[in-house]
Every structure is written in structure tokens, then in C-alpha cells.
């Protein structure tokens, strides 16, 4: 049995694929909120990303989640990210650390930046690309230099939280190679997955599933969440 159809047969005992769905982070407002969720749920449990997002909202008074998830926001019911950068450029970092975020977690234990930092400079990033919206994001999405600049800021150098990212605007063939994805990987297969492996085994698994098991609604995104569910609990 090779390697997809091996986990393709362990989803389908393992996973409720019957009943799989997104959770509500996969439909935010506005891109700005990605940003924060893709840099802030690295390595921790997702919780404290959670509770980050909504003190943000909470301060400016800005909607987090879309009413209808079946239709990108307007570009005016959105925050730009011209806003947010210019919102951060106002209060400076140390504020938005401290009492906006209230989050003092760094991109890594050694030689990390505040995760704060790399909010910041993921959204520079996006602004020296002009995008400002998620109608903006199909610019960025083939584009080597976005990724090159992204990857070069403290803690992003995986492509990690740019993948997750992508997922959370919209996107469904990424997935977010963590260690809960990985780890599942690698208790099928009982060897080594490295990121770029997991990206690939998991995008050849959606298509088995949808192909040979019938469920059409799966792709990686969706397939990669219910892994997540299912390592979180075990």
C-alpha cells in the first residue's frame, strides 16, 4: 500500500469526514485578522490566538467574523491593511503588545521577535505588494518575491504562518504543517515528514478521498483542520 492510500484508509477510520467543516477563524472580516491568527498560532495552543484576535476587535470595535461565509466582504466593510499598519504606526508596537494584543509571545524562544513585530512586518510586506483586501490576495498568491520577503522576517523563515495565511484568506490547497499535522503524518507512516512532504501527501489524500471515497466537499484546507481537531483532542 503506498503512502496516500495508507493515509487516505486512516482518515477514513479516524476523522468524522462525514460531518467535516471549518471553524469560524476561516471566515474573518478582514485580511488584517489572518495576519494576526497566521503569526500568533505558531507553536501555542490555539486559545491564546484566539482570545488575541478578539481583544483587537474588541478595541477598535471591528466585526470578526463574516455573516455570510459563503461571500468575501466588501472592500468598505473590510479594515485595510493600509489601516491596521497605520493604527500600528500610531500606537506603536510596544502598545499593541501590552495592552491591544495583550500578548507578549516571540516567533521563537531563541533569537525570536515579539509575534507582535511580525504582525507588523508581515502586513509592510503585504502594503509594499498593494494589498490591501482580500480581494487584492490573488496578486500575492504566485508571487516568489512576497514569499522570499515574508520568509526573510524573524520566526517565518518555515513558511508556516505565510501557508496558514493563505488558507485563512481563502485559499483551499495549502495546508499548515505544524506539529499536530506532522505528527499525524508521521504515526502513519513511521518515518520523518518534513513540510514540504506533508503539503504534497495531504493535497494527493484529498484527491483520493474525493475520488475513491466520495466526498466531494474535502480538500486539503478542510482535510488539514479535521487532522488538527483530532490531534488537539489525543
Not at 486559545?47 to 466585526?63: G, S
Not at 518555515?158 to 485559499?171: E, V
Amino acid at each position: 500500500m503506498d503512502d496516500v492510500k495508507r493515509i487516505a484508509d486512516y482518515c477514513m477510520k479516524k476523522l468524522d469526514l462525514a460531518n467535516a467543516k471549518l471553524s469560524e477563524e476561516f471566515f474573518y472580516q478582514s485580511l488584517s485578522l489572518c495576519v494576526i491568527d497566521a503569526v500568533f498560532s505558531v507553536g501555542v495552543n490555539y486559545t491564546a490566538t484566539r482570545n488575541t484576535v478578539i481583544k483587537y476587535c474588541q478595541h477598535f470595535n471591528l466585526k470578526r467574523i463574516r455573516d455570510n461565509k459563503n461571500k468575501i466582504p466588501s472592500k468598505k466593510e473590510q479594515q485595510s491593511i493600509s489601516n491596521f499598519l497605520s493604527k500600528m504606526n500610531k500606537l506603536g508596537i510596544d502598545k499593541f503588545t501590552e495592552e491591544i494584543f495583550d500578548n507578549r509571545q516571540l516567533t521563537s524562544p531563541s533569537n525570536g521577535i515579539l509575534k507582535s513585530k511580525a504582525v507588523y512586518q508581515f502586513t509592510e510586506v503585504l502594503r509594499e505588494f498593494n494589498v490591501d483586501y482580500f480581494q487584492d490576495i490573488n496578486k500575492i498568491i504566485r508571487n516568489y518575491e512576497f514569499k522570499k520577503n515574508i520568509k526573510s522576517i524573524s520566526g517565518q523563515k518555515s513558511g508556516i504562518s505565510l501557508n496558514y495565511f493563505f488558507m485563512l484568506a481563502g485559499f483551499d490547497n495549502f495546508i499548515k504543517p505544524d506539529r499536530m499535522v506532522l505528527r499525524f503524518l508521521q504515526g502513519i507512516l513511521k518515518r520523518k515528514v518534513n513540510l514540504t512532504q506533508a503539503q504534497n501527501l495531504l493535497i494527493k489524500a484529498s484527491d483520493t478521498l474525493k475520488k475513491d471515497y466520495n466526498f466531494k466537499s474535502i480538500n486539503p484546507k478542510l482535510l488539514d483542520y479535521q487532522i488538527w481537531k483530532y490531534e488537539s483532542k489525543n
